[in-house]
């Protein structure tokens, strides 16, 4: 089953590659929070942006509009669509208030890829060294990982969808290395 | 390709995604100031450096970012177990004991 994404393609900009077996495309501007505090920030975090953050190691809580990311025992990444930033910011700080935590905006930091088709995880896999077999990396998973050598955070929506987020000054590196990898899969 | 397990991610990661941090088990004087010069020293400086097993810090840097401790054998580079911050350390006797059986 499919999580749902609050990632969708940014309809102005031409896909990064389209091929008939797999497809990259930039993913439309959202916010973004790193969250760093123990289990009661979560859970206050959480009724603030309307999931419950994941508190197994690995996994996510999606819906349409929101998106929490396990990164760390006490780091979470919440991915939000909605049009103002600044009030949502103080919506989750103001739940926060009372408890010790660490809430920063990093929309700007990122820049997300939504990388689909049949060969999706065979493109990832020319950078990633993780096995992306259903077994041991099931739809819902997500990691921070190496993407070569720049650091990404890696979620699988689907069972052929997947999405990146790096530091907006490693996404040139990762888009190249996408796009060789890429001209392979058609050679081959 | 050196594989080391996380005990706070739960999954077996590639060695890149880690870094080294030393040995572990190194508690930090209470009180510096009334240590000698050598004492303080021997904290800072003086490690074991054994031929086989040994305790020391890792750090999952780019996965969690946690610290972590692992009991690696400098002989073979193979990871005995790891255990997380805090956890006492393994009778190192012990499990040679067990890696032998």
Redesign the interface.
Known sequence: MPEKSVYSANADLAPIIATSRVRVAEAAPLIRFSLRGGEAAASHAGTAVGVSLPLEPLTSIATDKVAAFWLGPDEWNLVIQDDDARAMFERVETALADTPHSLVDVSDRNRALIISGRKAAWLLNSQVFLDFDEASFPVGMVTRTLFGKAEIMLWRQAEDTFVIEAWRSFMPYVIELLQEASRELEAA | ?LLISCP????E??E??FRHAGEAHIARPAEPSKLTDEEWAEYLYMRTNPKGLMAERWRHT?????FFNAIRDTVSDKFVTVYKMGEAKPDLDQLLVEAAQ
Not at chain 2, 8 to 11: A, F, K, S, W
Not at chain 2, 62 to 66: A, E, F, K, T, V
């Open positions: 390709m706070y991610c739960g999954v990661r590639p890149i995604e780019h996965g969690c970012g946690r």
